[in-house]
């Protein structure tokens, strides 16, 4: 039993990190219509700035940095690259954004070359015991950080006109437009947005249990995808129920790997696929996902 | 198309035909002859591979994939030994000449570079991933019959009279690996171990081998399997913990060792854990798992580590550190230096016997039974079905040796590791 | 996106800022038809003077080619996104070799004819394909780019787990194919004094099937079908409206497309001589995408000279790597071969979609670009 609740609580925090992922996608698409796969560059972007400057001007100050850093590439992928395109096939900006993504990891990989890089976190290797049950200090911060990111955004949506902006673009782009949005600005900021919790996620996907950022690292953006997609990608709460749907599917299928060993070993990869196939069979547009209206 | 535009084209086509009869008549790859071998000064008998005084190698090797950290060592490692036996006035009057082709652990990659050069070098001095090797291994032993020495020590490969694997394959680390556990480290009779394994050739190998000494030895193997792609293991210490294992076996990489042994340590489950030679990089040393990979983590290895202290280690390491002052000493230059050093012994006992030939340096590697690079174990490459040694040194993380370990026990292979045959 | 002289029309002039200097002459019937004579001319004696790096090289890029047309009818005409293809490959190569193997190597294997488990293997492929069309058919767009990716996930974890089947990490050995009596394989068969091995035989066989699928592409595309699928791609609703019953035609190009892939499958089989897991992973679909959008959405040739230039490509770079300014050996700093491809093919892709609307073909066919298919909704 405690050993359910272990990996239960794992998975919960390592599904918010997820969450935090999945968000980033969320925001971009709610602005654009575009599902961005570039989002895991943006993450090695973020953490390989933490990484590199926290040496020199401490942790909190590199977080930042890296926050920013990566914000600002998001906001430059929008301007360079993005906003020129003229059609209007979202399955090919899509696919731009594998080809900005091929570009942005290649040349992080090449710097961070076969290195493994720390990002000098206060929290260490610490862990919080209760009873038979451990979990790490980072992890907890992770949650706690995701429920309040995610909170805000919410907030966000729901109260500021940039919010209000963005749903409004998300409606009707031809509407919005003519009512005074600034399709422009919105689509920026969401990519700005975006690149700064790539970053926060990074933090987390490579502080302690994990040794640090190193090449691999941008991979975990994958395991974000089904969390946005059983979700809803259109949706906040989706974005937060689906990583920790994602996270626990995770450590429950790793942990439990002798007992689901007739399904193949090394399922935890899987899993989350499979849960996220059989939702969309049920709900073809996720969890939280708006029901597609026709519009003729 | 319009049916006179048909006619046309069964005419172009016809046509066509006759002169692809034609021109093909002088084609450069038409054969006239089968120049095989010649004949060069001092009677030394060549063939593929050499031309004019150059003596080609090739090194199929991954600097931009998942195996990047070792494709550069042992990359580096072998030109520097090619470099120094060039200055030593290269072999019978040759000058060796290492092509080296990145394929970045990519299939389609692997087997173009592998057509690429094996028409134009003697022999590969090193090919990463076991896969690939799997996959030109009907063209190796078929029609080119060149050396290939391949960087991945799967059981799977041996068996060829052409692909060598040099040092102890995964199986049998991993068997001298629990030997080990159960000498030293407590494990006995009924225990269960755990075992956390990269999918794949070099995982998979390993498993093979901590199944065997369970069956032999009384213990029962708890698996996890693990991706590459995997770094975080709380869930495989969470579920080894429920299983109640008394000691680990990790045949992963290195961050997969960081994250075990830390989360491990941190949630006080206190079992040693050892990992194959590939589960270690000097730069963990400096991360937070530092402390707890010192304390309670082994390695079992091929070869003694980068920093022992022998004379044939102490001046690679000088010599290494001269030629590539930023890079890290770890493992894969020891491998890579002995790898090369097994190609260039047996070069110079094929120019000793006058036969430069791929047959002739293929049956001068038979001969080699003691090989000594400088890093304690001996070489014996007389039998094609087995690896070239058996035993492993078992070694431990320490900050303050150059390459991060030293040696806790020195080469040795257990008896359950002699009696040892791969079945696959 | 024609690439015969069906159309003569005369050409507008483009306004002096567009791109009319480089305006190619229209040839006329005839010569169009020698130079087309001559390039297959030249196709068919290639094997006769390249060397097995090159022929391998084009052959990958053939079998690459099929792959990619396939992936253009689903992606490119139906506008269905689709990271799943190397899936459908994996199930065509390893299908090939269950069919055809005689289980002498330990692993499951019908034995049956090789030219019929080649069939077989296609119609497999063709088969999971229809197998996740009720899938398929509830999704759209960035929902069921992502659903396909679960085919890859889901089919790795198959390949790596099902030794019996897939032979697990090591892959298993694939049986030459042989045909009327003609094995292709490496036994020296000598042609006008040429030794033919694999490649040289398979380069045939790869050009006849190549030929094939473009030309029924070419057909589907021309045909009804054809517009029926850029209807759904344009306009799914309005499509529906007008009577076109796009379940079913979904259904059925997932399936066409699934084919090809399969196809595509095979030869990489036959080719690589062996089959791996690790080859058809994500990164493989993510190649067929960017083939597909650099050579040209929805056009036959633009699927041909997208999967050329992305397979071939990273080869070159690696074989001339020496040569080339910037790019250095391995081993020795700066840019490695493999990374400077990668830059190469992702700026490809970026620039493509932003500056040449409508791929590579376009530019080869000197084609001015009027409107973007998908730009009216």
Request: net charge neutral.
């Amino acid at each position: 039993m405690s050993t359910f609740a272990e990996l239960l609580l794992n998975g919960l925090s390592m599904g918010s990190v997820y969450a935090l992922i999945a968000l980033g996608f969320v925001v971009i698409f709610r602005a654009t219509e575009v599902v961005n796969f570039a989002h895991a560059s943006l993450l090695l972007a973020g953490g390989y700035i933490t990484a590199v400057l926290h040496d020199d001007i401490g942790f909190w100050p590199a977080l930042l940095a890296g926050i920013a850093g990566a914000a600002l590439v998001g906001a430059a992928v929008e301007f360079l690259v993005m906003r020129r395109y003229r059609g209007s096939d979202h399955s090919v900006l899509a696919i731009v954004t594998i080809g900005v993504d091929i570009l942005l990891t290649t040349e992080l990989t090449r710097r961070i070359g076969t290195d493994v890089l720390p990002l000098g976190d206060p929290w260490g290797d610490d862990v919080l015991t209760i009873g038979s049950i451990s979990l790490a200090h980072t992890r907890i911060a992770a949650f706690v950080t995701a429920g309040l990111l995610i909170t805000a955004f919410l907030l966000t949506f729901r109260y500021t006109s940039w919010g209000v902006a963005m749903r409004a673009a998300a409606e009707s782009t031809e509407t919005a437009a003519l009512m005074g949005v600034r399709l422009g600005r919105v689509s920026l900021g969401a990519w700005a947005v975006a690149g700064g919790l790539a970053a926060v996620a990074a933090l987390f996907l490579t502080v302690f249990p994990t040794p640090g950022l190193e090449r691999a690292t941008s991979l975990a953006a994958l395991k974000a995808f089904p969390a946005a997609i059983l979700g809803g990608l259109d949706s906040t709460t989706g974005a937060l129920v689906g990583g920790l749907i994602v996270g626990v599917t995770e450590s429950l299928a790793t942990g439990y790997q002798s007992e689901l060993s007739f399904l193949g070993r090394g399922l935890g990869d899987v899993a989350p696929y499979l849960v996220m196939t059989v939702i969309l069979l049920v709900r073809p547009a996720g969890l939280f996902g708006t029901k597609e209206l026709a519009r003729v | 198309m319009s049916t006179m535009n048909t006619a046309r084209t069964t005419r172009v086509a016809a046509g066509a035909i006759a002169a692809l009869l034609l021109l093909s008549g002088c084609s450069s790859k038409a054969k006239d002859d089968d120049g095989k071998s010649d004949s060069a000064a001092g009677g030394v008998k060549t063939g593929k591979g050499i031309s004019g005084k150059t003596i080609a190698l090739g090194a199929l090797t991954d600097m931009t994939g998942v195996y990047a950290t070792l494709g550069k060592s042992v990359t580096q490692a072998q030109q520097l030994y090619v470099k120094q036996l060039n200055a030593d006035g290269g072999v019978c009057g040759y000058k060796v000449e290492l092509t080296v082709r990145d394929h970045g652990y990519d299939p389609q990659k692997a087997l173009s570079a592998y057509t690429e050069l094996a028409p134009k070098v003697l022999g590969f001095a090193q090919f990463i991933g076991s896969p690939f090797v799997a996959a030109a291994k009907p063209r190796i032993d078929g029609q080119d019959k060149g050396l290939v020495l391949p960087q991945a020590w799967s059981s799977a490969l041996l068996g060829s009279p052409y692909i060598r694997v040099i040092g102890s394959t995964y199986d049998i680390e991993t068997i001298n690996a629990v030997d080990f556990l159960m000498k030293e480290k407590g494990l006995k009779k009924g225990d269960k171990l755990g075992h956390v394994y990269f999918e794949g050739d070099y995982g998979e190998s390993a498993l093979a081998g901590s199944k065997h000494i369970a069956k032999e030895a009384g213990l029962t193997v708890v698996e996890q399997k693990i991706k590459p792609t995997d770094n975080d293991m709380t869930a495989q210490v969470a579920a080894l913990k429920k299983a109640g294992v008394k000691a680990v076996v990790l045949s992963a990489g290195p961050r997969q060792a960081a994250s075990l042994v830390g989360v491990a340590a941190a949630g006080g489950f206190n079992v040693p854990i050892i990992g194959n030679n590939s589960a270690f990089a000097p730069q963990l040393l400096a991360t937070q798992a530092g402390p707890a990979l010192a304390k309670n983590y082994w390695v079992a290895s091929p070869s003694l580590p980068i920093g022992a202290d022998t004379p044939g280690a102490e001046k690679l390491v000088a010599d290494y550190k001269k030629a590539y002052p930023k890079d890290s000493l770890d493992n894969g230059v020891v491998a890579g230096w002995t790898a090369a050093a097994a190609f260039g012994e047996a070069l110079k006992k094929a120019c000793a016997s006058k036969d430069l030939t791929r047959e002739g340096v293929d049956k001068a590697l038979l001969t080699i039974d003691a090989l000594d690079t400088g890093f304690g174990i001996p070489q014996n490459f007389t039998d094609p079905k087995a690896p070239s040694s058996k035993e492993s040194v078992i070694l431990q993380p320490d900050k303050s040796v150059t390459g991060g370990m030293k040696v806790v026990q020195q080469p040795s292979a257990s008896t359950v590791a002699e009696a040892y045959t791969a079945t696959e | 996106m024609s690439e015969t002289p069906v159309s003569e029309v005369p050409v507008s002039e483009a306004p002096a800022s567009e791109t009319s200097a480089r305006r190619p002459v229209r040839l006329p019937t005839r010569a169009r038809t020698y130079v087309w004579a001559a390039g297959a001319l030249l196709l068919l004696v290639l094997p006769f003077y390249l060397d097995r790096f090159w022929l391998q090289a084009g052959l990958f890029a053939m079998a690459a080619a099929i792959g990619a047309i396939g992936l253009n009818l689903l992606t490119g005409s139906t506008g269905q996104l689709s990271m799943g293809h190397a899936f459908f490959l994996a199930v065509g190569a390893y299908g090939y070799c269950v069919f055809a193997a005689d289980g002498g190597d330990g692993l499951t294997g019908l034995g049956l004819p090789t030219w019929l488990a080649a069939v077989l293997a296609v119609l497999v492929a063709g088969l999971a394909g229809g197998l996740f069309s009720p899938i398929a058919g509830r999704l759209r767009g960035a929902y069921l780019g992502i659903a396909t990716l679960a085919l890859i996930f889901i089919g790795q974890h198959v390949l790596f787990n099902a030794k019996d089947l897939t032979g697990g990490f090591n892959g298993r050995d694939v049986p030459p194919l042989s045909l009327f009596g003609l094995t292709f394989d490496d036994s020296e068969l000598l042609v006008a004094n040429v030794p033919f091995g694999s490649a040289e035989k398979l380069w045939y066989a790869a050009l006849v099937l190549l030929l094939g699928g473009a030309l029924f592409a070419r057909g589907v595309l021309r045909g009804r079908p054809g517009r029926a699928m850029n209807a759904i791609r344009d306009h799914r609703i309005a499509a529906g409206v007008m009577g076109v019953p796009v379940a079913r035609y979904r259904a059925a190009v997932f399936v066409l497309s699934s084919m090809y892939a399969g196809l595509a499958g095979v030869l990489l089989a036959l080719v690589f001589q062996r089959t791996v897991p690790d080859y058809f992973g994500i990164t493989l679909s993510l190649e067929y995408l960017a083939m597909i959008v650099i050579g040209g959405l929805g056009s036959v040739s633009g699927a041909v000279i997208g999967a050329v230039f992305v397979s071939v490509l990273p080869q070159l770079l690696t074989r001339y790597s020496d040569a080339l300014p910037l790019v250095s050996a391995p081993g020795t700093g700066g840019i490695a071969p493999g990374e400077a491809s990668r830059y190469l093919y992702g700026a490809a892709i970026v620039v493509v979609v932003l500056f040449l609307p409508g791929g590579l073909v376009r530019v080869a066919a000197g084609r001015r670009f009027r409107t973007d298919p998908g730009e009216e909704r």
